[in-house]
């Protein structure tokens, strides 16, 4: 195997070689191993470092982002302040004009104030006029005032007459309502009445009805005056039969007999008392004439 010879390059075993060369070059190694640690932690240290530079130049890159974006902002806000100037210039130049005329005016208003002047003298020569005048409204016043008291207590006394002829209007009123609601009471008492009568009463036909004078069916007691039979005729419930007879006029010939209680006759009392052997006068006869044969 090759083996270090120093300066010369490799050789073979038999070459000479001093130790002093070898720990030379040992210490060279050792040296180039430190150095390249010491590289390699540099190296590493670059290595962060070029990753907080690119973290920083992000940051710078997001910074300048946001300057470009206020740059912006401040060319419209330099811009809006180069129209506010352009419109305050003309404001100024506006507010001279204005200036100018308030010149003038304020020479009108001189004018107009000697003008004033000499009607603040009339006013006041005025003034004195309207105080005489005031005077005498007072015055005037005074007497109105007191017309106005009377006119309060008239006014007073007659708001108390008026208050008594409402009440009593009310008063009044309420009678008569209460009189409308009997009247109403007794007309409809009457109107009842009335067709109760009518019902019961069906004045003068002809003919037997055969409803009462509303169409309703016949009732019991119902009267009617016939004018055929010139009779008052009554509904027994279920046929009219005369209300009333003359009996003045009438005898037992005038009357039905009925089915049992018959009329009196000599031939039926006779006949009655043979058949139940009762004295009769034909009986009474027979039985002397047979006691006197028997007699004999």
């Known amino acids: 195997m090759a083996i270090f010879r120093g300066t010369g390059g490799a050789g073979d075993a038999s070459a000479n070689v001093t130790i002093n060369q070898v720990t030379e070059k040992a210490l060279e190694a050792e040296a180039s191993a430190t150095n390249a640690a010491s590289s390699a932690s540099s190296a590493s240290d670059s290595a962060s470092a070029a990753a907080t530079s690119a973290s920083n130049a992000a940051t710078s890159a997001t910074s300048a982002s946001n300057s470009a974006t206020a740059s912006a902002s401040s060319a419209t806000t330099a811009s809006t302040a180069a129209t506010a100037a352009q419109n305050a210039q003309?404001?100024?130049?506006?507010?001279?004009?204005?200036?100018?005329?308030?010149?003038?005016?304020?020479?009108?208003?001189?004018?107009?104030?000697?003008?004033?002047?000499?009607?603040?003298?009339?006013?006041?020569?005025?003034?004195?006029?309207?105080?005489?005048?005031?005077?005498?409204?007072?015055?005037?016043?005074s007497q109105s005032a007191t017309s106005s008291a009377t006119s309060a207590?008239?006014?007073?006394?007659?708001?108390?007459?008026?208050?008594?002829?409402?009440?009593?209007?009310?008063?009044?009123?309420?009678?008569?309502?209460?009189?409308?609601?009997?009247?109403?009471?007794?007309?409809?008492?009457?109107?009842?009445?009335?067709?109760?009568?009518?019902?019961?009463?069906?004045?003068?036909?002809?003919?037997?009805?055969?409803?009462?004078?509303?169409?309703?069916?016949?009732?019991?007691?119902?009267l009617y005056f016939n004018s055929t039979d010139g009779i008052m005729k009554l509904y027994n419930g279920s046929a009219w039969v005369a209300a009333y007879v003359s009996v003045g006029s009438l005898t037992t010939d005038d009357l039905t007999e009925g089915s049992t209680n018959f009329y009196y006759t000599d031939a039926r009392v006779g006949s009655y008392l043979t058949t139940n052997s009762y004295a009769t006068q034909s009986y009474a006869d027979d039985s002397a004439l047979a006691l006197a044969i028997a007699l004999g």
């Open 153 to 222: 207590t008239n006014a007073s006394t007659s708001a108390n007459t008026a208050q008594t002829y409402a009440s009593n209007a009310l008063t009044y009123s309420n009678n008569a309502s209460s009189a409308q609601t009997a009247a109403e009471s007794a007309r409809d008492a009457t109107l009842a009445a009335y067709d109760n009568f009518d019902d019961r009463y069906l004045g003068t036909k002809a003919s037997d009805p055969s409803t009462d004078n509303d169409g309703n069916a016949l009732v019991a007691g119902t």
């Open 90 to 141: 003309t404001a100024a130049e506006a507010a001279q004009t204005a200036a100018e005329t308030a010149e003038t005016n304020a020479s009108t208003s001189a004018t107009s104030a000697a003008s004033s002047a000499t009607s603040a003298a009339s006013s006041a020569s005025a003034a004195s006029t309207s105080e005489t005048n005031a005077a005498t409204s007072a015055t005037a016043s």
